[in-house]
C-alpha cells in the first residue's frame, strides 16, 4: 500500500515513515511543494497523509483538488486543534482529522480503519450492489446516488453514512450505530464532527432535488426521509 505524506516537517516525516514501514506501507514524500497534485498522479497512492501549513498552498486548498479527481481517503494530521480548522477539512472532502501530537499506534489504526474499508473486505462486500429508498437510488461500489436522473458522486466517508440510512430506512439510525460503524472509537469523535459528515451529505442529497432528506431526531439520531411511500 502507498502512502503519499504531505508534510513539511522532516523530523516528523522520518518518524512516520520509520512507523509505517514496519507495517509494509510504502511512504512517498513530495519533491515539490507547487505540484502536489502532479505528484500525486505520478504516485497513484493508497491514502494521503495531508498537514494543514504547507509551503505555497495550505493543505485545504491540495485536499480540495485532490478530491475533486479521486475518491482515495485523505486524513488530515496537524498541530491545529480548533473545530473550525476541523470543519473546513471536513467540508474539503478530508475522512479523518488527527491533532498533533498523536501516537503513533492511533495513526497506524486510523490508516488501518480507511484503508481496510475502501479497499477490504467491506468495500469486496459492496461491489455490484444497489440500495433504494422510494426514487433515491446509491451504487456502494461507484459511490454514487441518483435522484429522478440527477447524479451525485459521495466521498467514502459519504457514502457510509448513506448505506446506513438506507439500510435502515424508513427507521432512525441512532447516532451510537453510526459513530460505531464510521469510526473504530467513538470517544475519539464529537458530536461536532458527526453534524457536519450528515451535513455535507445532507446538502448533496438537497442538490437532487429532495426536501429535508435527513431528518435529525434529537438527541437520539438520523433517519432518512423521501418523500412518497417507503419501498
Not at 450505530?177 to 470517544?187: G, H, M, S, T
Request: charged letters at 30%; hydrophobic letters at 40%.
Amino acid at each position: 500500500m502507498k502512502i503519499f505524506l504531505i508534510e513539511d516537517e522532516k523530523s516528523l516525516v522520518k518518524m512516520i515513515e520509520s512507523q509505517l514501514s514496519r507495517y509494509a506501507f510504502e511512504t512517498f514524500i513530495p519533491q515539490d511543494f507547487e505540484k502536489i497534485l502532479e505528484e500525486f498522479h505520478r504516485i497513484e497512492p493508497d491514502l494521503v497523509l495531508l498537514d494543514v501549513n504547507l509551503p505555497f498552498f495550505d493543505g485545504f486548498y491540495w485536499c480540495q483538488k485532490i478530491r475533486e479527481q479521486s475518491l482515495v481517503p485523505i486524513l488530515f494530521i496537524s498541530a491545529r486543534d480548533g473545530n473550525m480548522d476541523q470543519v473546513m477539512a471536513l467540508e474539503y472532502g478530508a475522512d479523518d482529522f488527527l491533532i498533533k501530537p498523536f501516537s503513533y499506534e492511533l495513526l497506524l489504526a486510523k490508516i488501518k480503519s480507511h484503508i481496510r474499508r475502501v479497499y477490504g473486505d467491506y468495500a469486496q462486500s459492496n461491489r455490484a450492489r444497489q440500495l433504494k429508498a422510494g426514487e433515491l437510488i446509491y451504487y456502494p461500489e461507484a459511490l454514487k446516488m441518483n435522484y429522478l436522473e440527477k447524479e451525485e458522486v459521495l466521498t467514502v466517508r459519504e457514502g457510509e453514512l448513506l448505506t446506513l440510512l438506507m439500510m435502515a430506512y424508513p427507521e432512525m439510525v441512532s447516532r451510537e450505530q453510526i459513530l460505531n460503524k464510521l469510526w473504530d472509537d467513538e470517544r475519539f469523535v464529537d458530536d461536532n464532527t458527526l453534524s457536519v459528515n450528515v451535513g455535507r451529505l445532507r446538502k448533496k442529497m438537497v442538490s437532487l432535488g429532495l426536501d429535508e432528506p435527513i431528518q435529525t431526531i434529537r438527541g437520539k439520531g438520523y433517519a432518512l426521509f423521501i418523500a412518497g411511500r417507503p419501498e
